[in-house]
């Protein structure tokens, strides 16, 4: 077990920076629970009844090609990362999936889930995001289900609207697919995970109804305490899973009158105000941007929250749905904070300068882009880098304040394989023991 120098800086994290210039996540309007009726002071706040619920972190794996690596080592580093967030006794790994820019070299999250799914026995797996804009909501169904009832309930899809990239040119399904197309592609998705027999008759899609076929519903084979602990393998000492629970993650879906959902939980990555209320009309949990700070975070909340009240759901309903937001963040682990923020400034830059730079629009549109090295100081900034105390101190000032208690913090930041897995080693064993 890696220890903490004694020499260790133990202050908090210092205040947070505005965001640098260009598209943030911070255009919420003001807003009103009920036309006419000003929020309350706790709705403002987005706040709830204070919560006993876990902090729980997860690993963000984006498979980052960073300058001078190939595809296969990229790939390989997110692989192993899972393995060792495991092995650390985190609660879950997020996977991310792009096309055609080497900022991440997955291009089906799905599908590197289904890998990680096997080459592990207790830790969730999810995707962060599944894009829906270039996807067909049946084939990505399908595929869901599989891995929901194949793993014993370990998958959560996330789903998110992804951007107007060349890449619907590629797959065909243009740019309405990705400015007009996601509420109909979102409830056919989860007409197919909630279902029997499903047709649909919109604009995207039309077809004839016909079955569902692995149905996500059906009751789930549980693995017993043994396998669940991974004490009938040969693989040698495994360390107790701090976080991960025979139920974490299930039910995380309500119906309006309350009920869990059965089937695989499925968050939905929200940028926008739109996304926002979406999400909320729904019943499903958000999935908040690395670039959101605690009073961007704040700002959806509110937002999530009047949507939810105005579609006719209460109170405890909005604290179980509450849990399951995941806020994706950065982390990274050292012995004084000023080293940790040399790693990711060493790094990170040019990974986005060279992985962002080669988004291509889909029809030409001028794109802004964040200075890489601000973006960076900006991240470092609103997330757990530092100390290991200052980590933990990071994480739970954020879920005290917000009230969001699930983390994906991106651990490759900097770009070498074993420095990653070494910075998970330490979330594992020095930062999360400070979250009990």
């Known amino acids: 077990m890696t220890k903490t120098s004694p020499r260790a800086e133990t202050r908090r994290p210092v205040g947070v920076r505005p965001p640098a210039p260009g598209p943030v996540l911070t255009t919420v309007p003001p807003l009103t629970a009920v036309a006419g009726e000003p929020l309350t002071a706790a709705q403002r706040t987005g706040a709830l009844p204070p919560d006993t619920a876990p902090v729980r972190v997860g690993a963000f794996l984006l498979s980052a090609q960073f300058p001078g690596q190939t595809h296969g080592e990229a ?16 609660d879950s790994v997020w996977l991310a999936e792009h096309h055609f820019v ?12 289904a890998l990680l799914l096997g080459r592990t026995r ?23 289900a599989l891995l929901h009832l194949t793993s014993g309930g370990r998958f959560t899809l996330g789903v998110g609207r992804g951007g107007p990239w060349i890449d619907l040119d590629v ?13 109909e592609r979102l409830d056919l998705l989860l007409r197919w995970l909630r279902g029997s027999r499903v047709g649909a008759d919109g604009p995207q899609f039309s077809f004839p109804e016909v079955p569902v076929v692995p149905q996500a519903t059906e009751s789930l084979r549980r693995p017993g305490l043994g396998s669940w602990l ?5 693989s040698g000492p495994v360390r107790f899973p701090r976080q991960r629970h025979d139920t974490d993650g299930l039910g995380a879906e309500l119906t309006a009158a309350g009920r869990p959902v059965a089937g695989p939980p499925v968050v939905v990555a929200c940028t926008s105000p739109g996304g926002v209320r979406l999400a909320a009309e729904r019943g499903l949990p958000m999935l908040l941007g690395m670039h959101s700070g605690d009073d961007d975070k704040l700002r959806m909340l509110e937002l999530y929250r009047a949507a939810w009240l105005a579609a006719g759901r209460g109170e405890e309903q909005l604290r179980r749905i509450s849990r399951q937001h995941v806020a994706a963040g950065v982390a990274q682990v050292d012995d004084r904070a000023s080293q940790a923020r040399a790693t990711l400034l060493n790094a990170m830059p040019g990974w986005f300068e060279y992985g962002l730079g080669a988004h291509r629009t889909v029809d030409g549109r001028e794109r802004k882009m964040r200075d890489p090295h601000q973006y960076t100081e900006l991240l470092c900034d609103l997330h757990a880098v530092g100390t290991p105390k200052q980590c933990a101190d990071r994480l739970l000032a954020t879920a005290e304040r917000t009230g969001v208690r699930r983390f ?28 009990a």
């Open 408 to 435: 994906a913090l991106l651990a490759e930041g900097s770009g070498d394989r074993e420095a990653t897995l070494h910075n998970i080693a330490r979330l594992g064993s020095e930062v999360l023991p400070q979250l």
């Open 102 to 113: 080497p900022y991440g070299v997955c291009p089906n999250a799905a599908t590197l889930a």
């Open 230 to 234: 991974g004490l009938d393998e040969p």
């Open 171 to 183: 797959f065909g399904s243009g740019v309405d697919a990705f400015e007009n197309g996601f509420p």
């Open 122 to 144: 207790r830790i969730g797996v999810g995707t962060a995001v599944s894009v829906l804009s270039t996807s067909h909501p049946v084939a990505l169904g399908e595929q869901a």
């Open 75 to 90: 790939l390989e580093r997110t692989v192993r990362a899972a393995v060792e967030a495991e092995r650390a006794g985190l």
